[in-house]
């Protein structure tokens, strides 16, 4: 009788040492780690949810895009022979800077 005990036992463990790295291998997967500058856009069904740190994220049930939402500088100008020349033929050097 406690032949079949320790039987289970053994059987229990190695079930164990088996699920336990398949979970954490698992888990290491899903989990979604967003770098500084980005944002995470996570779909999930209907709804979407944004992150900007890290967020559970299931392949095959949820959608994952990374958006950058770092600060860029769009430079426009019109400078010496492109310049803008008005109606009264008055010429302007111009230049727009963005940040967007």
Do not use: W
Not at 14 to 21: N, Q, R, S
Not at 38 to 59: C, D, M, R, T, Y
Request: glycine share 6%.
């Amino acid at each position: 009788m406690n032949n079949i005990y320790i039987l289970q036992a053994i059987i229990q463990g190695g079930l164990l040492l088996v699920a336990l790295p398949i979970t954490i291998f698992f888990l290491y997967r899903c989990v979604a780690v967003v770098r500084p500058g980005q944002a995470l856009v996570i779909k999930k069904g209907s709804s979407a949810k944004v992150s900007f740190s890290h967020e559970l994220q299931i392949p095959g049930l949820h959608k994952a895009e990374y958006m950058d939402v770092t600060m860029k500088r769009l430079v426009i100008a019109r400078e010496g022979h492109k310049s803008a020349i008005f109606k009264d033929r008055f010429r302007a050097d111009l230049r727009f800077e963005l940040f967007v």
